[in-house]
Nanobody, 124 residues
Framework: QVRLVESGGALVQPGGSLRLSCAVS????????AGWIRQAPGKEREGVSC????????YYADSVKGRFTISRDIAKNMLFLQMNNLRPEDTAVYYC?????????????????WGRGTQVTVSS
């Protein structure tokens, strides 16, 4: 049974940092791709970042390049998102999900599985 459980969301001031974590079970990150998506109220879902299971290739949305870093711990089967220099427009529910990284890059298609999400609010 596939399960993804996110944690680490919080209220943070603009310019601050947060690290999101995702505990994965039911598949292994060294084989399957996984990443982060976010959805803000009234906005479309956005694929933030993905890391390829097979070769570790990484995709970032233009909106987060240079500020966010995705990583994984294969031994613990966990996925992370380090978010620096946060902006109010980063406010959203962040979900951990699995699918081909092509879904993130193309911006279309369905994610295979995702978690319940963790709220990130950037506000002064």
């Amino acid at each position: 049974q596939v399960r993804l459980v996110e944690s680490g969301g919080a209220l943070v001031q603009p310019g601050g940092s947060l690290r999101l974590s995702c505990a994965v079970s039911g598949f292994t990150l060294d084989i399957y791709s996984a990443g982060w998506i976010r959805q803000a109220p009234g906005k479309e879902r956005e694929g933030v970042s993905c890391i390829s299971g097979s070769d570790g290739g990484i995709y970032y949305a233009d909106s987060v390049k240079g500020r966010f870093t995705i990583s994984r711990d294969i031994a613990k089967n966990m996925l992370f998102l380090q978010m620096n220099n946060l902006r109010p427009e980063d406010t959203a529910v962040y979900y951990c999900a699995t699918a081909s990284c092509k879904i993130w890059a193309d911006g279309t298609g369905a994610y295979d599985y995702w978690g319940r999400g963790t709220q990130v609010t950037v506000s002064s």
